[in-house]
């Protein structure tokens, strides 16, 4: 038995186990020199968030952007994604979503039993299905199921459930910190970043490492506010613009009187510490709520947009961090 069995991790509700073959686990290492990298998921279509995420990100001076898939869904106009993505030279990989789009499935492989979340998961899925088109489609079908990068003497790991699923949700309340370390051991992996909940949240692995759930930028993480957020990552006393930083939704302030609400992982061997910032940001979500509805979209989706609060989809997420929202 894993320790993920000993039901440590997941809280999961997934469609399929389709465990990934190990040549998709274990992509090359590519060594970079970058200082800072900024990583989100879950766009969601929202390229209006997209835009705003990618100018923040430089301004604040990530030499490399990484997006961790699910491009369509939620929002409106799913073929303005891809375009900005590579305009931008964000390195992609693909997430349930983009999976099952590119493969013609019938669902995204969320695995969604409640009734009315079904209801609204099949509409936003043959919405984005309709309108992505072929060549975006094939598109999605290239992207890697992971990335590795060699960042500062560190391996990080980038995936979109979790490593070993494509579509594993974890959330911050139901991975013990025994199942990340295991996880990342498992996979060979300092630093391990994720996405697929829309939930952003980290923790410090026994190893010194960091095991992070990026969020994503299609939507706010159900906290009330409309900002989105994405995911610095770090080497110690890398310079730039200081970012608003929490540990998750549920923290939204830095500590007082501490660093900032910066968290340093110890680096051992001598190679440079990393550290993982998360990243509010605005953007013209009155825009996007109009053109959400000129598409027709589910009023409970734009009202999300609105309130910065989730309305739907809400059976995956396990108690403490349901107790949060509104819904
Ligand atoms: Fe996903």
Redesign the pocket.
């Known amino acids: 038995m894993t320790p993920g069995e000993e039901g440590g991790g997941a809280g999961a509700v997934a469609a399929t186990d389709r465990p990934q073959a190990a040549e998709e686990r274990d992509p090359e290492v590519r060594a970079t020199d970058a200082r800072r990298i900024a990583v989100f998921?879950?766009v969601y279509s929202n390229w209006r968030a997209l835009e705003a995420v990618v100018e923040d990100a430089r301004r604040r001076g990530a030499d490399e952007l990484y997006c961790l898939?699910?491009l369509g869904?939620f929002g409106p106009n799913p073929d303005r994604i891809p375009p900005r993505l590579i305009d931008a030279d964000v390195r992609t990989i693909r997430?349930?979503?983009d999976d099952s789009i590119s493969r013609g499935l019938d669902d995204?492989?969320?695995g969604y039993t409640d009734p009315r979340d079904n209801h609204f998961a099949r509409l936003s899925y043959r919405y984005t299905f309709r309108n992505t088109s072929e060549r975006w489609r094939e598109w999605m079908g290239t992207l890697p199921e992971q990335r590795r990068i060699e960042m500062a003497g560190r391996e990080v790991l980038m995936c979109?459930?979790s490593p070993r699923r494509?579509?594993e949700f974890l959330w911050e309340s139901t991975s013990s910190t025994q199942f990340l370390d295991w996880m990342a051991r498992e996979h060979g992996a300092d630093v391990v970043l994720c996405?697929?909940?829309?939930i952003h949240w980290k923790r410090r692995l026994s190893g010194g490492g960091w095991f992070a759930n990026v969020g994503c930028i299609g939507r706010p993480p159900n906290d009330g506010r409309t900002d989105v957020w994405y995911t610095l990552l770090s080497t110690e006393g890398d310079g730039g613009e200081e970012p608003t930083s929490a540990s998750s939704p549920g923290e939204r302030e830095a500590p007082a009187g501490g660093n900032g609400g910066r968290d340093r992982s110890t680096g051992d061997g001598g190679d440079a510490a990393l550290e993982v910032e998360f990243v509010p940001v605005s953007y013209d979500h009155e825009a996007l709520a109009e053109e959400m509805r000129r598409e027709e979209l589910p009023e409970e989706f734009v009202e999300t947009i609105l309130t910065g609060w989730w309305t739907t989809c809400l059976e995956v997420l396990p108690a403490k961090e349901r107790r949060r929202g509104r819904h």
Do not use: L
């Open positions: 998921g879950g898939g699910d869904a997430g349930n979503y995204c492989q969320c979109h459930g494509m579509n996405t697929h909940t829309g």
